[in-house]
């Protein structure tokens, strides 16, 4: 496992002992909730967005108008997803159609399932949190498997809505609305549901486990602050440093994987049997 500048990943007594102090903290906290970005995903194959390796640093961003361009001509939009001329597309889909948990993402499913998580917030669009078995999962992004009416809201599997090449865009099938893939676009507004569920998470939390995430994309780089700023902790786990290290209350240097199972074993030893 590589670390900051490729340096091969070494679980130091320094940083196991940071990491059995931030499990202290997790499982001391009244209320933790965790937050994830692409970095989790980095070790099941998926590529980040920004920095070494980066979708966009590749491709470079794509514009910011992806919403109301849909708006404007969503058959055409349609035609797009189903058969993509857009290299960074063709490469997320391939990689996220591929992926499959990794060890970062089971350690967070049982930290939930011991009762030290209440919810997760990902911006992961690739499904992998509710692939490893996390049942409190926002995706604040969307999800790349599901479809979304702009109508009604409503969310569907691929299978319960007909699509017909002939025929774009597909239809809602309870309101007739226009059906779109259930992922935010650039310039679209983050669905008020999910937006509200995760503002609730985060106004009650007092501790915010943040994984994997360069934390510049809002609003959910104001998470951590705003947990903060109600006198909680923030925990980061991220081999380089972010836009919140400074802030945070302790950050694990290392990657998802490692880290989080390292942080899980420590919980579990700190935690009675019988509390579980
Ligand atoms: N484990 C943990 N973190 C890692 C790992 C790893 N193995 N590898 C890289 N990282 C860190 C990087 O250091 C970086 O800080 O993950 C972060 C990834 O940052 P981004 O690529 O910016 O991803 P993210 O923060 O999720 O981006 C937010 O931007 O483009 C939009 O919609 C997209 O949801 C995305 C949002």
Known sequence: MTGPSDTPFALTPGLDAEIRAAAETLVRARRAVALTGAGLSVESGIPPFRGPGGIWTKYGEPPMDGYQRFLRDPAEAWRERLSPRED???????????AKPNPGHLALAELERRGHLAALITQNIDDLHRQAGHVQVLEIHGNHRLLRCLACNARYEPHAVPIDPADLPPRCPQCGGVVKGDIVVFGEPIPADVLRACFRAVESADCMLVAGTSATVYPAAEFPYEVLRAGGVVIEVNPDE??????????????????????????AALTPPEAV
């Open 88 to 98: 960074w597309m063709r490469a997320l889909g391939e990689a996220v159609r591929d």
């Open 242 to 267: 972010s836009e919140l290290t400074r802030a945070a209350t302790i950050s694990l240097r290392g990657p998802g994987g490692p880290v989080l199972s390292r942080l899980l074993e420590h919980a």
